[in-house]
């Protein structure tokens, strides 16, 4: 009982930190709004059982993609023109396309619930060590792909670190 | 419920990459993309009881990881450079 209000609560705090999102004027602003929506997205994930995300979810997104977004904002701290202008000249396309492309999803969810209900709630409760055999047992070829990835991701921005640099002089 | 939630979250993030007119907030805008599809996998390896979706999910976080270290750099060049500032107004002559 309490674990479903739970989860209603985390997954609303979410839905309406992304909807300030869209709204807040400040760049630091929105990034704690983003920070409260995926504190609230690993507590969903905590709730459904899923341990193992919602600790990489504070640790990688939270602990470290935000900080990094919090630094570079702070960096940028000027009196920038798109502070006083919120919005894009695409405001009412943009959405009204969101708009359709939710009102196609929920026909699709709509017409799909009675074939899903029978099976919610599998309640599968991953471990660390299921998840971590798992892991490197069949998926060791993606870790190594994504690994490889990750060094040039690396590498490039070093690259546009240098270009900027050398363009400075 | 939560896939209804994922969805909402991927509307808004791309809601916010097609309005927003800041270049760090549209960034954050697809990182809240990212999450919202994150939510439907995480849901989904936990109906049909799989560890495929939660093992997808961190290659996701990784590849986010990796988009936001090359991403900030370049928005640091562009808001430093000569025409400066991260309104993307600025940029709309880029082409190809």
Aim: with cysteine; hydrophobic share 65%.
């Amino acid at each position: 009982m309490i674990e479903s209000v739970l989860l209603w609560l985390f997954a609303g705090t979410a839905l309406v930190a992304a909807a300030l999102m869209l709204v807040l004027r400040h760049p630091m602003r929105v990034a704690l709004a983003l920070v409260a929506t995926m504190l609230s997205l690993a507590g969903v994930y905590a709730l459904l059982g899923v341990h193992v995300i919602a600790v990489f979810q504070v640790l990688i997104y939270v602990g470290a993609v935000m900080v990094f977004m919090v630094y570079a904002i702070m960096l940028l701290d000027v009196r920038d023109r798109s502070y006083t202008r919120r919005y894009s000249g695409l405001l009412v396309p943009g959405a009204a396309a969101a708009v359709l492309f939710l009102a196609i999803l929920a026909h699709a969810l709509w017409r799909e619930l009675p074939r899903t209900a029978d099976g919610e709630g599998g309640g599968a409760m991953f471990g660390l060590r299921v998840f971590s055999i798992d892991f490197l047992n069949e998926y060791w070829l993606h870790f190594e792909l994504v690994s490889v990835l990750l060094v040039a991701a690396v590498v490039a921005a070093l690259a546009v670190l240098e270009v900027g640099r050398r363009r400075r002089g | 419920m939560l896939i209804a939630t994922s969805w909402g979250l991927f509307a808004l993030g791309l809601v916010g990459v097609i309005v927003r007119r800041n270049v760090l907030i549209m960034l954050m805008c697809m990182e809240l993309m990212l999450n919202g599809v994150n939510l439907s996998l995480v849901a989904f390896a936990q109906q049909t009881a799989t560890s495929a979706g939660a093992v997808l999910v961190f290659l996701v976080f990784v590849v986010a990881t990796a988009e936001i270290a090359i991403a900030i750099p370049i928005v640091l060049l562009l808001a430093r450079g000569k025409r400066g500032g991260l309104d993307l107004g600025a940029y709309a002559d880029l082409k190809g």
